[in-house]
């Protein structure tokens, strides 16, 4: 049982390069989330999935674009990757229910990337 | 704006006593998480609290007081493996996550 991964888990890429950050779960959540952290700050999300087919744009969304075409994978693609997008990506999931954000959060290991 | 606080960084010792704090300012709450992340690892849960007092759960105890906005992690009987970043967050009436920065614990022997 994997739980929550995450590929790759290091990649350092060109300014305006593109690449794509793959979440798989295999615990059958209805809720995934794309986080990047940052020293100093808080968790920021960038976006979100409430269902196989749906997304959201979270705090930070700019730059980055999503797709969730299966219930179990959630992708983050950067399109024209910037030295400001230098950091973990952490992807979550969580069970889902009728209030988002109110139940235990389950993270993948990161992505630790470095744009120069 | 949405805010939460939390010491940047604690030293304790081993053995000891240590009470992390945090404080919000959220449009509204629906609950309040704590986590611990080891570094260069991804954040675990510990605790969610959404109605006031205390929640025990082994010897990590978090506190919660909606009327002051604060709420604080307790950990007991530490030990070096403890010595990690504790992350507070908190859902706001909106249902979205709002996360502090985080609080370093050190623990020396």
């Known amino acids: 049982n994997a739980g929550v991964t995450q590929t790759p888990k290091f990649r350092v890429l060109k300014t305006g390069q593109s690449m794509t950050l793959l979440c798989a779960q295999d615990?059958?959540?209805?809720?995934m989330y794309w986080y990047r952290q940052d020293p100093g700050m808080g968790l920021r999300l960038i976006h979100y999935?409430?269902?196989?087919?749906?997304?959201a744009k979270g705090e930070v969304p700019d730059g980055y674009n999503v797709s969730r075409l299966k219930k179990q994978n959630f992708l983050l693609g950067l399109e024209s990757a910037a030295p400001s997008q230098t950091s973990v990506y952490f992807c979550?999931?969580?069970?889902?229910?009728?209030?988002?954000?109110?139940?235990?959060?389950?993270f993948g290991e990161g992505s630790r990337l470095t744009v120069l | 704006g949405q805010n939460i606080d939390q010491p940047t960084e604690m030293t304790a010792t081993e053995g000891a006593i240590v009470q992390i704090n945090c404080t919000y300012q959220?449009?509204?709450?629906?609950?309040l998480f704590w986590y611990q992340q080891h570094a260069g690892e991804a954040p675990t849960f510990l605790s969610y609290?959404?109605l006031d007092g205390l929640e025990e759960k082994g010897r990590f105890s978090s506190f919660l007081s909606r009327s002051k906005g604060y709420s604080y992690l307790l950990l007991k009987e530490l030990q070096m493996k403890d010595s990690a970043s504790y992350l507070c967050?908190?859902?706001?009436?909106?249902?979205?996550?709002?996360w502090g920065a985080g609080t370093k614990l050190i623990i020396k022997p």
């Open positions: 999935s409430v269902g196989e087919g749906t997304t």
């Open positions: 609290n959404v």
């Open positions: 615990m059958n959540h209805e809720y």
């Open positions: 979550a999931t969580a069970s889902g229910g009728p209030d988002p954000n109110t139940g235990e959060l389950f």
């Open positions: 959220t449009s509204g709450f629906n609950g």
């Open positions: 967050a908190v859902t706001d009436s909106n249902y979205q996550l709002i």
